[in-house]
């Protein structure tokens, strides 16, 4: 399944939307998405997971990486909506408070 993603601005959050699997193969389209969307004037980055149904340890590289961009840009970045199994595997790695999920 090929990575399809979008990016919308609105009262100065940037919601990258990504959907498709996330792996090695593509992650740094998602990398470069939320680079993009970091370096704008966006006070928050919201990654929504809702139409990804599997990513792997590349593509959660990726989000750790965002997260700690973010935090010295002074930017929040959340991740939301992962699907049940995606949050199960960024739960199992304990990066999902890191990533600012919440339920």
């Known amino acids: 399944m090929a ?14 939307v990504a959907e498709g699997e996330v792996d090695v193969s593509c992650a740094s389209e998602l990398r470069d998405a939320i680079n993009t ?13 809702a139409e990804v149904p599997y990513i792997d340890s590349t593509g959660i590289g990726v989000l750790v990486g965002a997260a700690h961009r973010a935090q010295e ?3 929040a970045l959340r991740v939301a909506n992962p699907q049940r199994n995606v949050r199960r595997v960024l739960d199992m790695l304990a990066v999902s408070a ?6």
Not at 98 to 103: F, H, K, M, S, T
């Open 3 to 16: 990575l399809s993603i979008a990016t919308t601005i609105e009262d100065q959050t940037a919601v990258v």
């Open 37 to 49: 969307a970091l370096e704008g004037e966006a006070t928050q980055v919201t990654v929504d997971l």
């Open 73 to 75: 840009a002074g930017v």
């Open 98 to 103: 890191e990533l600012g999920i919440d339920d």
